[in-house]
């Protein structure tokens, strides 16, 4: 009598196991690729602002312009940063202690609140800062 030594072994993996594994490495690329684009600085750096409409506009001249984006949200952008309300005096002050002649510019979206742009242009000038524009687009 002969005893054989060979098994046959059948290799299978359930399709629910494996369509498991593909969903969840599906989930994770998206997850993963989906923060690298929110928080990519190159698409930082482009922010989008509805500006209001005025019949009488002028191309601003580019030397030492320091800009401050008042979103619809609530937030306020110095130079592209995320700013509060309470850090702007210091980070504006430090700045015009490096650059003497500053022209800050203000881009205000169409529908925030009077009120913020206000307390931006009382911080703004209570530092000293003479050369103010607030952005907008050509009718």
């Known amino acids: 009598m002969k005893i054989s030594r060979t098994r046959n072994y059948i290799f299978s993996l359930e399709s629910v196991a494996i369509t498991d594994i593909v969903l969840n490495m599906f989930i994770f690329f998206f997850i993963s690729f989906s923060l690298l684009y929110t928080f990519n600085p190159t698409r930082i750096q482009k922010m989008e602002v509805k500006l209001p409409q005025a019949t009488n506009t002028k191309p601003l001249e580019e030397t030492d312009q320091i800009d401050i984006i008042i979103s619809e949200d609530g937030p306020i952008y110095l130079n592209q940063e995320m700013v ?56």
């Open 84 to 139: 509060t309300i309470n850090s702007l005096p210091k980070k504006l002050k430090e700045m015009k202690n490096r650059h003497s002649s500053l022209n800050v510019v203000i881009r205000a979206e169409r529908l925030v609140p009077f009120k913020s742009i206000v307390k931006v242009l009382d911080i703004v000038s209570g530092l000293g800062i003479t050369r103010i524009s607030i952005a907008a687009i050509k009718e």
